[in-house]
């Protein structure tokens, strides 16, 4: 199964639906927040944007919704290939699916002995097990740090340049075979999920994708229009929160002649909406959501 939606209700509210609307739920998954925004569409339309395969089989019989097997970074060429610009709202939920994390073969989680895969589209050819073997340390000290925001990654990088000369790390268990030593007595578990998480985002480049996305979904949005995006971790939340405020990733934001922020959005919720203990006793996966919602200007 896909991972169970989060936040549903409060995402698509978040999204204060027209019923002739055009919308993109740019994360389809398994089509439950598709599902929900067909709910509230007459003649409107709903496009589905989803690079993983597997996605496919999820998709309504239903002639509003149109399918796009790929990854939400072509969704201003899509959608004006479809001739659907602009829209009215898009929704991205972040979190890895269910789905790919239960699938053994897929290599995302700790749990099962696999090949060390991650990839998302899995037409992709750089696999996790690519980077820890072809990575220079510095390389993979940068990846380990920045994404997985870990201590000692040089420590841990060397380590495994050097392990990997007498043996390749191939395996979820070879990984965290190898990373025992360096987790804290207790908190393995912690320590494995920051560095699968780290090669999960460098195997999908997801730092740059949400970029080139979020820039894309500010274009495409009519004025008024929303932008409902779902994080599960503080690089993901963080760049988000930052290009809502100021429509930059980074830096100062601009202003104009008397001090008033010039960006193309306007946050909604200076908070971001959590879920609540009900929602997460149901779903634990849900614990680390973090949703923001933006109108355009």
């Known amino acids: 199964m896909f991972h169970r939606s989060v936040l549903l209700k409060e995402s698509i509210d978040a999204l204060a639906i027209r019923k002739a ?3 993109v739920d ?17 003649e409107g339309k709903l496009f589905g944007f ?10 309504p019989d239903d002639p509003r919704f149109t399918m796009i097997n790929s990854n939400f970074k072509y969704i201003k060429n899509f959608l ?4 659907s610009v602009p829209v009215d709202g898009i929704l991205a939920d972040l979190g890895i699916s269910s789905h790919q994390i239960d699938i053994p073969e897929r290599g995302f989680s700790t749990r099962y002995e696999a090949e060390l895969d991650m990839r998302m589209d899995q037409r992709g050819k750089v ?16 990846v380990l740090n920045e994404y997985g925001e870990i201590r000692n990654p040089m420590k841990v990088a060397r380590a495994i340049a050097a392990h990997r000369r007498e043996k390749a790390i191939t395996t979820t268990k070879d990984l965290t075979d ?10 393995e578990n912690k320590y494995f999920a920051q560095v699968f998480q780290a090669l999960r985002i460098e195997v999908n480049g997801e730092m740059d994708v949400l970029k080139e996305f979020l820039a894309q979904a500010t274009e495409v949005l009519r004025p ?11 690089l993901e939340d963080k760049l988000v929160k930052n290009y809502f405020r100021s429509g930059k990733f980074a830096g100062e934001p601009e202003k104009d002649f008397y001090g008033n922020l010039l ?27 973090r949703l923001r919602i933006a109108e355009k200007v």
Do not use: C, W
Request: overall charge positive; glycine content about 10%.
């Open 21 to 23: 609307g055009i919308y």
């Open 26 to 42: 740019a994360t389809f998954g398994g089509g439950g927040h598709s599902k929900e925004i067909l709910k509230r569409l007459e």
């Open 50 to 59: 989803d690079q993983d395969l597997d996605a496919l089989e999820n998709a």
């Open 80 to 83: 004006k290939l479809y001739r």
């Open 127 to 142: 696999m996790a097990k690519d980077i820890v073997n072809s990575y220079t340390e510095v390389e993979l000290a940068r």
């Open 178 to 187: 190898f990373l025992l030593p360096f987790a804290i007595r207790g908190r």
């Open 224 to 234: 008024g229009g929303r932008l409902v995006v779902i994080a599960y971790h503080s």
């Open 263 to 289: 960006t193309p959005l306007h946050a909604i919720n200076r908070k971001p909406i959590v879920p609540g203990e009900e929602e997460v006793s149901e779903n634990p996966r849900a614990r680390s959501a």
